[in-house]
């Protein structure tokens, strides 16, 4: 019997309406700064954590034809919605790449289109498709115990000298011209990687935990945790937490998902894209042909005014996708 996670897509959509946080909001400009920047840099690895889940919980491993044709599946939809997207902010991402990059671009655009997909937050699907691929040749020829470790030394080395709460002794962050190992899925593996079995596996020693209430303590005491100023603290946190606060959404499920569920599943993807357009775009419109620059007005103020537009928008699209055609369900979402 197939199962449906109604809190994914709850908190799901709570990350996505975080996101802009992290394009509006500084350490310098908000109180208690430290505080909302360990907070949000929970809302990608959730993300993930939570998309890849939900593949991997339902992945027949015992099965390699079948295993194969159902990542084939996964990765053509990846690749399906990244080309879309491309597509559709086209104007916008292309026009600032080439502004970006004025003497270079054409040489830059390939391996930015590969990379990182074409439009500004392309590199999150990108991640999935490259993430999600490496975990399951690792996992089928290295068993599960020897990747679940890799990807643990891999990840926390790499987040930690990104950070800057250690030295990177072997050179693995690196900026140059387009090249960004920041946006690469190296970020994200140990969270996929978690997905296969980890999770489950806490899932089913937590059984006799009250679920709902283990979600929500849970939560609250991540929230907590993030007010300690320290960012190594911030980084353990944050795996804990969304292994632990996965696990208990994952006890959680229903027998059928009720429609405003699915509406917050696709607002999630569109307000993660569209609001780069709005940000990007929308403030440059305002400025033009009113005068009104938002960022006079606070950045606070400025992610409230750019998420009433936004949300709006992610709800005229996504409302009727909760009522998808075939096609829409096979290839979008």
Request: with cysteine.
């Amino acid at each position: 019997m197939k199962r449906y996670y109604k809190y994914f897509d709850i908190f799901k959509f709570t990350c996505c309406m975080l996101v802009p946080i992290s394009h509006l909001l500084s350490n310098e400009t908000v109180e208690f700064g430290d505080w909302l920047v360990h907070v949000r840099e929970m809302n990608l690895p959730m993300f993930v954590t939570i998309s890849s889940l939900l593949f991997w919980s339902r992945f027949q491993w015992h099965d390699k034809e079948k295993s194969r044709e159902q990542l084939r599946h996964y990765m053509g939809r990846l690749v399906m919605r990244i080309i879309a997207w491309s597509i559709v902010l086209l104007p916008f991402w292309l026009h600032r790449f080439i502004e970006h990059y004025p003497d270079n671009w054409l040489s830059y655009l390939i391996p930015k289109l590969l990379l990182y997909g074409g439009c500004r937050g392309g590199y999150f699907i990108m991640s999935l498709i490259y993430g999600n691929t490496i975990i399951y040749l690792l996992n089928r020829h290295l068993g599960k115990m020897i990747p679940f470790i890799l990807t643990l030394i891999a990840q926390t080395y790499y987040n930690l000298a990104s950070e800057g709460i250690i030295y990177d002794y072997l050179g693995v962050c690196v900026k140059i011209g387009v090249f960004n190992t920041d946006f690469l899925c190296i970020r994200f593996l140990f969270y996929m990687e978690a997905c296969v079995w980890f999770i489950p596996w806490v899932a089913g020693k937590l059984k006799k935990v009250n679920s709902e209430w283990g979600l929500w303590i849970s939560l609250a005491s991540f929230i907590a945790i993030s007010a300690v100023p320290s960012d190594l603290i911030s980084y353990i946190a944050t795996s804990c937490f969304v292994i632990l606060l996965c696990a208990f959404m994952f006890n959680l499920h229903v027998k059928q998902l009720p429609t405003w569920s699915i509406t917050m599943r696709n607002m999630s993807k569109c307000i993660f894209f569209i609001h780069f357009v709005v940000i990007d775009y929308g403030e440059r419109a305002i400025r033009h042909f009113t005068g009104i620059k938002l960022v006079d007005y606070g950045p606070f103020m400025e992610y409230v005014i750019v998420m009433s537009i936004t949300v709006p928008l992610a709800y005229l699209i996504a409302s009727p996708l909760a009522r998808r055609t075939q096609l829409i369900k096979k290839w979008l979402l």
